[in-house]
């Protein structure tokens, strides 16, 4: 699985804003036009798909996942991350 590298928008205090798709094929994250779509491959049932998407997000940040922190639509497929 390749991620793209997101570490650029890695800055402390940074708000990332992200289309979640869950149930999809495969994990991936496409960024493209400045928006950035979270593809993963679990249910969104009790905070699964979050915790699936902070790990790939993390990843492609090149981040550890304590430092993101999900300031808006836990429950949304549109989501805000903000960069602790």
């Known amino acids: 699985m390749s991620l793209p590298d ?9 708000e ?5 798709t869950p149930k999809a094929a495969r994990d ?3 960024a493209e036009g400045g928006a950035i779509r979270v593809y ?3 249910v969104p049932e009790d ?3 979050n915790k ?20 808006r639509g836990a ?3 549109d989501k805000v991350f903000r960069i602790l």
């Open 40 to 42: 993963v491959t679990t």
């Open 47 to 49: 905070g699964k798909a």
């Open 75 to 77: 429950t949304a497929r």
């Open 28 to 30: 991936r994250i496409v």
């Open 52 to 71: 699936a998407v902070v790990k790939l997000l993390s990843k492609a940040l090149g981040l550890p996942k304590t430092r993101l922190d999900l300031i």
């Open 6 to 14: 997101l570490s650029h928008l890695a800055q402390e205090g940074a």
């Open 16 to 20: 990332i804003a992200v289309r979640v």
